[in-house]
């Protein structure tokens, strides 16, 4: 059993910067492919990043490639998620996830919501024009 706390969220300008962070409990963490996803509203969940086990690999979304980056550091058990350049169309609710050894899918990016095994409750990020 994984549980998954999100923090960071909040109302920053276009152009400002935020960072996320998931703090995550169980015993396995370095085993499990994390994952950021967003919703917005009457839209789908879609994935922004993902990070493997080890931190080696990473993917983005190609509307956040050069704006966002994604870390770990297994020791402490958390996933970051560091925002720049905020647009108004990062809008929505950021979701952490873990997905037990699928690194190979993040390699790809074929990191999809179906496949999670764990998910945070969700931190809100809403850039103001």
């Known amino acids: 059993q994984v549980q998954l706390v999100e923090s960071g969220g909040g109302l920053v300008q276009a152009g400002g910067s935020l960072r996320l962070s998931c703090a995550a409990s169980g015993r396995t963490f370095s085993g499990y492919t994390m994952a950021w996803f967003r919703q917005a509203p009457g839209k789908e969940r879609e994935a922004v990043s993902c990070?493997?086990?080890?931190?080696?690999?990473?993917n983005y979304a190609d509307s956040v490639k050069g704006r966002f980056t994604i870390s770990r550091d297994n020791a402490k058990k958390s996933v970051y998620l560091e925002m720049n350049s905020l647009k108004p169309e990062d809008t929505g609710t950021y979701y952490c996830a873990a997905d037990l050894f699928s690194d190979d899918e993040c390699d790809h990016g074929k990191i999809v919501p179906a496949g999670i095994d764990y998910w945070g409750q969700g931190t809100q990020v809403t850039v103001s024009q």
């Open positions: 990070i493997s086990g080890s931190g080696g690999i990473t």
